[in-house]
Nanobody, 128 residues
């Protein structure tokens, strides 16, 4: 059984913070990531953590977002600080693939990831 259940989205003002959580089960030695998609824009990877413990971020969020995981609880987190209006999007928890580094995970095309490896998405809205 595989499961990805997200929570933590919401509406904040510019400069605010949110923490997204994803309860994941059924995955072993997988690289996990957070992708986002804004209306009219391509889905993009913003943060990933490799099966080796490495982390990686897109240039647009580096220094503001932090990805982490608690393996004992099977929970993936995305701490988002200093939020900007351009961060407004649907955010998805993703099990990218096995035995990948964070950089490798961010390089995977979203269409190559099985639909069952995606969470339902949680909406983040940042107002100016």
């Amino acid at each position: 059984q595989v499961q990805l259940v997200e929570s933590g989205g919401g509406s904040v003002e510019t400069g605010g913070s949110l923490r997204l959580s994803c309860v994941a089960s059924g995955y072993t030695s997988y690289s996990m990531a957070w992708f986002r998609q804004a209306p009219g824009k391509e889905r993009e990877g913003v943060a990933a953590i490799g099966s080796d413990g490495s982390t990686g971020y897109s240039d647009s969020v580096k220094g503001r977002f932090t990805i982490s995981q608690d393996n004992t609880k099977n929970v993936l987190y995305l701490q988002m600080n200093s939020l900007k209006p351009e961060d407004t999007a649907m955010y998805y928890c993703v099990a990218v693939g096995p035995r990948m580094t964070a950089i490798q995970a961010l390089s995977v095309m979203p269409t190559a990831i099985p639909i069952g490896n995606w969470g339902q998405g949680t909406r983040v809205t940042v107002s100016s």
